[in-house]
């Protein structure tokens, strides 16, 4: 079911966690909200659950409005039909595998004879159907996480809310199951809003990600715009672009670095007075021994450490105007460059990308005692 957030804000006491926020979520569509920790995912989403009072704003869930502080609708969290799966295994471990599955059922007063059948056809969405007889307290964290979301999806709920649920898991689990929760959400259609801190997490399971930043969204859009075109340099920072450079004012093609005697010249224009970075990913920038007359940025410089990853290496460039450059290149380059050589970083201007310092309405939650008075004041005129 398609869900609709409008002006949603929530305070706790003075602090005001949730910002004005809106999003509307297609029937069907998986929102994945990205950000660092404490910038309001959570909260979010505990407002869509029910679990949070917002200080304003309106909630619908397929069209029915579950809160809005106006009309004073308030519908609690257990007459949402949502399907909540968090950080920490909410698994019984005195009950087996099935009876975990069948609890909520039995709450739902569904019927003894279709109970075992029903709990055993989500276990095995899952890939748990063998397991169904076991004791929870005998199954790995990745089963459990599976046992969970089984629970969750046996009560048809309208929406899924996800918070960090693999974040507890080991890496290779957590990327098998990654694949196979964005399985289960393509072949069921599921509507979800699912939150991590973690970027691949998000590029591979949303069909649109929600940055946040600072108890607001800074973006939103689909994975491969995320990742092509960071409206910021502060998400492009977060989401791991390594070279990221300051910029001075100007409206230019060549733009110069704040920090060091470095010009950088990019496809786009410099943005005026707005502060500005010019962003370069580790895979456009080229290493060689000579330089190419066609390519707009070449710059000397001496390797500092290449570090073979298999199918890549990372190569650190000192530049001879100051800053370090860090370069992702084919694997065999760790066997051509080494520690000390003299080399060229060469980068085309179209993969230099001019960004705002931040996206425009974004602001920093200072502690009130600290925040400069002009600043206060802009944040309540905005609310
Ligand atoms: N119950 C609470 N009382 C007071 N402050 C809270 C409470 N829960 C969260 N916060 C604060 O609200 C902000 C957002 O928290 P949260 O939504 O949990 O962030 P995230 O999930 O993005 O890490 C943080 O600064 C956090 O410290
Ligand atoms: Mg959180």
């Known amino acids: ?19 004005d926020l809106s999003l509307d979520i297609a029937d069907g569509e998986s929102i994945v909200m990205l950000g660092q920790s404490g910038c309001g995912k959570t909260s979010t989403m505990r407002c869509v659950a029910g679990l949070e009072e917002p200080s304003a704003g309106r909630i619908s869930i397929g069209g029915r409005a579950v809160f809005d502080a106006d009309a004073g609708t308030r519908v609690p969290a257990n007459k949402r039909n949502v399907g909540l799966v968090f950080q920490s295994y909410a698994v019984w471990p005195h009950l087996t595998v099935l009876e975990n599955v069948a609890f909520p059922l039995r709450m739902q007063k569904v019927a003894k004879a279709q109970l075992r059948e029903k709990a055993l056809t989500t276990l095995r969405t899952v890939g748990l159907e063998d397991q169904a007889d076991k004791s929870a307290s005998a199954l790995s964290g990745g089963q459990m996480q599976r046992v969970a979301l089984a629970r969750s999806l046996a009560m048809e709920p309208a929406i899924m809310l996800l918070d960090e649920p693999l974040s507890n898991l080991d890496a290779r ?52 715009e995320i990742y092509d075109t960071p409206a910021s340099a502060s998400i492009a920072a977060f989401l791991g672009v390594l070279n990221i450079f300051p910029v001075q004012p100007g409206t230019g093609h060549r733009l110069v670095s704040t920090e060091h005697p470095l010009e950088l010249v990019s496809e786009s224009a410099g943005l005026g007075d707005v502060p500005a970075s010019v962003s370069i990913r580790p895979e456009h920038v080229r290493v060689t021994l000579d330089r190419d007359a066609q390519v707009a940025n070449a710059w000397e410089g001496t390797v500092g450490v290449t570090v073979f990853q298999g199918a890549t290496t990372r190569c650190s460039v000192t530049l001879d105007a100051g800053p370090v450059v860090e370069a992702t290149l084919a694997g065999s380059a760790v066997n051509v460059f080494h520690p000390g050589d003299r080399v060229f970083v060469q980068v085309d201007a179209r993969d230099v990308k001019v960004l705002p310092d931040e996206v425009p309405g974004i602001v920093p939650d200072l502690p009130a005692a600290e925040a400069p008075a002009e600043l206060v004041g802009a944040g309540q005129a905005g609310e």
Do not use: C, W
């Open 173 to 224: 689990l957590r990327d098998d199951l990654r694949v196979e929760l964005r399985r289960l959400q393509l072949d069921l259609g599921l509507t979800s809003i699912y939150v991590t801190h973690d970027q691949s997490e998000a590029l591979a399971l949303a069909d649109r990600v929600a940055v946040m930043q600072h108890g607001r969204i800074a973006q939103l859009a689909r994975p491969t």
């Open 1 to 19: 079911m398609d869900v609709t957030i409008e002006n949603l804000s929530l305070h706790y006491g003075d602090f005001q966690a949730v910002k």
